[in-house]
Structures are given as structure tokens and as C-alpha cells.
């Protein structure tokens, strides 16, 4: 497995890379949400997990699963903290985590619920919309059987119509969750990444739908109304 540790506290972040590595896994350590968040969304890295701390020198546990979850990437998330009780395990899953574990830990638990988390996750991978294809694992898009070249924005951009199940997403909706942007910067950032997704569909550009005074939807087929 390619695990993503993120744990600020270098004893633990130490001992989680070391077990992880002589399981024959493959980790890597962020010490803060920020670079998490940047490692997690990469597309030309896919983690099979992510372990996560609650307490975060710049944000905390919750968070960081929200904005990862509006960010389409589907990661599986296991949290692991000092916090016990029910109303912030409830706290922690509502927010997008996948299970939670409280510390201190046993190792055979940890493995065995990362396991777990990896082989339930296999089965969600995917996202169809009609001919389109998007595997949430490996940041990958297929459209009749073709691979899409797509950049990270574009991914995602792609990945957050598609969620929506042809129904139209707004502007402000797209740049909250693709550039984590608040407002609207008037510079077209978002009308020029549509004009690119849809040179890269070719003949299948008409999947892109402009909804006036609203935003865009992914239609699934050519006489969708």
C-alpha cells in the first residue's frame, strides 16, 4: 500500500513510517494539514490511505477530511486521536473520515483496520456517467474507452460535475471546491478550464453543458433535456 501518514508529532509520525515500511508498504510523512492537503490532491500520486491526526499545527482532523471530500478525492481516511468520545468519533466520520481509532493503539488493530479501509474502498473506486469513466484512486478518466490527458484541475473539475449526476453545479459551487476560492476573481479562471476540458472530449465536448445564470452539468447522454 502507499500510505499517506499526517502526523505533526515526529515520535508517532517516526514509529507509523517504520511499521508501515517493514509491512512492505510504501509511506510517506506531512507534518501539517497544508501539505497533506497538497500530497492527498495530487493526481500523479495515488495513496491507497491516508492516516491522520486530529490536532494539526494548522487546522485539525475534520477539516482537512471536508475539504478533501469537496475536492473529490475519495482517499479512505482513518483518524487517529487522543479524543474518546462519541461526539467526536460522530464528529470526525460526519466530516469524511472512514473509521477512527483512538489512541493509544494497538499495531495488529491498525493494520488490520487499514487493510480493511483499502479493500472496501476497491469496490467504490469508480465513477461511471455514462461513457464516462472516473477511477477515484488513480485520478484516471476514460471516455469510450479512451484516456483523457487531463491536469489536476481539469481533474478535478471533471470529477465534481460528475458527482453531481447531471444535475447543474453554480460557478461559485465549482470554485469553492476545485480552487478552494471563496469568491469569484473575475478573471475567467473557471470559463477557461471548461474551454480546455472540453477541447480534451473532442467529439464529446457537448458532455459539458453551459446552464445560463447558473453554472454547468456533465450530461450523460446527447438528448439528455
Keep these: 500500500m502507499k500510505v499517506l501518514i499526517i502526523e505533526d508529532d515526529p515520535t508517532l509520525g517516526e514509529f507509523l513510517v517504520r511499521v ?13 494539514m497544508s501539505s497533506g492537503l497538497a500530497r492527498a490532491r495530487d493526481r500523479d ?25 469537496r475536492a473529490g478525492v475519495l482517499t479512505p481516511i482513518l483518524m487517529l486521536t ?19 481509532l483512538v489512541k493509544p493503539f494497538e499495531v495488529e488493530e491498525l493494520l488490520a483496520r487499514l487493510n480493511a479501509l483499502v479493500r ?11 461513457e464516462l469513466t472516473i477511477d477515484r484512486l488513480r485520478r484516471r478518466c476514460t471516455l469510450t474507452g479512451n484516456v483523457l490527458d487531463l491536469r489536476s484541475r481539469e481533474y478535478e473539475l471533471l470529477l465534481r460535475l460528475a458527482i453531481a449526476r447531471s444535475e447543474p453545479v ?10 478552494n476560492l471563496g469568491f469569484d476573481p473575475g478573471s475567467g479562471i473557471l470559463d477557461v478550464h ?11 465536448a457537448w458532455r459539458i453543458e453551459t446552464v445560463r445564470g447558473l453554472g454547468y452539468r456533465l450530461r450523460e447522454r446527447r438528448d439528455d433535456p
Design 170 to 179: 453554480s460557478r461559485s459551487t465549482l470554485l469553492a471546491d476545485v480552487w
Design 20 to 32: 508501515m515500511s517493514e509491512e512492505g508498504d510504501t509511506p510517506e510523512l506531512a507534518v501539517d
Design 45 to 69: 500520486v495515488a495513496f491507497d490511505v491516508i492516516i491522520l491526526d486530529w490536532m494539526l499545527p494548522d487546522g485539525d482532523g475534520p477539516t482537512f477530511c471536508d475539504q478533501l471530500r
Design 120 to 130: 472496501r474502498s476497491a469496490q467504490l473506486a469508480e465513477l461511471r456517467v455514462g
Design 194 to 204: 471548461i474551454s480546455r476540458l472540453r477541447d480534451k472530449l473532442g467529439d464529446e
Design 82 to 100: 487522543a479524543r474518546g468520545e462519541l461526539s467526536d468519533r460522530v464528529s470526525g466520520l460526519q466530516a469524511g473520515a472512514d473509521d477512527y
